[in-house]
């Protein structure tokens, strides 16, 4: 049995690590300091294969037996939001407007603790990647990785990755096989009218009535209910529509809201439900597609790894419901590997998860090393 809990002084320097990235934290796809900052702290662990620049900033570390076996990836987040930190922390973030409140940090210095682990306790067969993947927050990482043609040729059998989750006790876990978090997109809509005098609308084009068919639409997913296949959440992020003014029949207007589902293809559904919805007026939107994010469906086998892995380090379980709502990029693996994702408690009462006042539970440090270090050594020897 390996064992895998980060030595004290191991867990000093990872937790000065996460303070450092907390630090500086840098804007999806504008990573490039915090991949170098990894890569020097960790070439010192002799991964057989350096990747930089995948995707943008990404970084994957790659140990090889050399000898056939399974490939197992666990994966981190390299970026931060465009928020500004009020956490008050003596780390707290350096640079106006952007910071880690999802936790990334932790998620990275996680992932160096498994880095030194597998450095000291080599696979013995297959090999296992290390993946700090860009651009999380936006969507688009996972799948850019996936896509990178460097990244093809690692072709992972397994992909494991985990969240600190807010309002769930501090150090408890929870995994299920099945869907893990929900599939979502952003819709961007522009209408482009004429205006008329207030008196005369019809000789105008205006976007009302095609605005109003969508609030008809959406309205009643604004408040979701369960968690249950028909799942459907539409939230109205951005609204704007003619002048400020009362002698006006507007011309133009925007819209921008994040359609939410539990699965893929009830996502594509809901998506042509809204298109179809607005085609049927003198003016319809033209509509943009953003922040695109896959289910994320986890694997069975991999749900049975993390829960034993669990069950070995005498991890408690948790209570958080499943799917999570917000959407994780970590879906794109779904398709190609056995995933497995799941979710470590920030605590109960933990600031949430993008909250300018959130900051990573450096206690979850230690047990998401463990846990990693665990679920490696179950899929290599099974
Ligand atoms: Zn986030
Ligand atoms: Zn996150």
Redesign the pocket.
Known sequence: MLTADPSPGALAGLQQLRHTLHARPELSGAEGETARTLRNALVETQPDQVIEGLAGHGLALVYDSGAPGPSVLFRA?LDALPITEASGVPHASRRAGVAHL???DG?MAILAGMARHVGQHRPPRGRVVLLFQPA??TGAGARAVLADPRFGTLAPDWAFAL?NMPGMELGHITVAPGPASCASVGLHLRWQGREAHAATPESGLSPAPSLAALMALIAPHAIPGALTGGFRQATLCHLSMGARAFGIAPARAEAMLTLRTITDSALAAFEAEIRNGLQSFDLSPDISRHDHFNATDNDPQAAAHITRAATGLGIPEGDFPLPMR?S?DFGAFSATTRTGLFFLGSGRDHPA?HDPHYDFPDPLIAPGVALFARIMDQVMRD
Request: charged share 35%; with cysteine.
């Open positions: 987040e999802c936790g990334h998620h999380e927050e969240h917000p994780e998860l």
